[in-house]
T-cell receptor
Framework: EAGVAQSPRYKIIEKRQSVAFWCNPISGHATLYWYQQILGQGPKLLIQFQNNGVVDDSQLPKDRFSAERLKGVDSTLKIQPAKLEDSAVYLC????????????FGSGTRLTVV | DAKTTQPTSMDCAEGRAANLPCNHS???????VYWYRQIHSQGPQYIIHGLKNNETNEMASLIITEDRKSSTLILPHATLRDTAVYYC????????????FGKGTRLSVIA
């Protein structure tokens, strides 16, 4: 089966600019996650979707970050305006609903804010 | 916050067994132990999980102590491609509880 697709692979922007990341989960996976991974740290959950509804966005900085999952399939994560500290890898993962097994992660988008 | 404690880094000679320890002394009765690894420039990859019995699959073995307060991931014959950061995570298995990652153990396999 195809994996989790993410684009772009790399992005460099100036601070205060906006940026968007796209994720296409594995077909049929109801649950989708966005994680932020700062260099040297483990991934940190930003938001979790179940189909097209938000389950948990408690760690999403809502003043600048937004995410949506229209039609319960693809998802986009947006940052506006970006700050230097947003430089990180943004990982998308998906899992079947209620699965006790592992998630499948995409390869991530590496964002550099200069 | 992560509920596990792992060493920051470990080295292992190629061809030898790599034994990665994890402490999870506050684990609850309904929480499983999951292991993931992250190779450079890739997303984390699922390895194995278990509740209380030892588990083995094509990638690794998981040994959980009888009191469930610690576990060890064993890569029986480490190769250079096993160089990665390994994360030990405790999680309730049913439902969609998100994975909470700590800093993991950076395993370097040396030729």
């Amino acid at each position: 089966e195809a994996g989790v697709a993410q684009s772009p692979r790399y992005k460099i922007i100036e601070k205060r600019q906006s940026v968007a990341f796209w994720c296409n989960p594995i077909s049929g996976h109801a649950t989708l996650y966005w994680y932020q991974q700062i260099l040297g740290q483990g991934p940190k959950l930003l938001i979790q979707f179940q189909n097209n509804g938000v389950v948990d966005d408690s760690q999403l900085p809502k003043d600048r970050f937004s995410a949506e999952r229209l039609k319960g399939v693809d998802s986009t994560l947006k940052i506006q305006p970006a700050k230097l500290e947003d430089s990180a890898v943004y990982l998308c993962a998906s899992s079947p609903s209620g699965s006790g097994n592992g998630y499948t992660f995409g390869s991530g988008t590496r964002l550099t804010v200069v | 916050d992560a509920k596990t404690t792992q060493p920051t880094s470990m080295d292992c000679a190629e061809g030898r067994a790599a034994n990665l320890p994890c402490n999870h002394s506050t684990i609850s009765g309904n929480e499983y132990v999951y292991w993931y690894r992250q190779i450079h420039s890739q997303g984390p990859q699922y390895i194995i999980h278990g509740l209380k019995n030892n588990e083995t699959n094509e990638m690794a073995s998981l040994i959980i102590t009888e009191d469930r307060k610690s576990s060890t991931l064993i890569l029986p014959h480490a190769t250079l491609r096993d160089t990665a950061v390994y994360y030990c995570i405790v999680r309730v298995k049913p439902g969609n509880t998100p994975l909470v990652f700590g800093k993991g153990t950076r395993l370097s396999v040396i030729a």
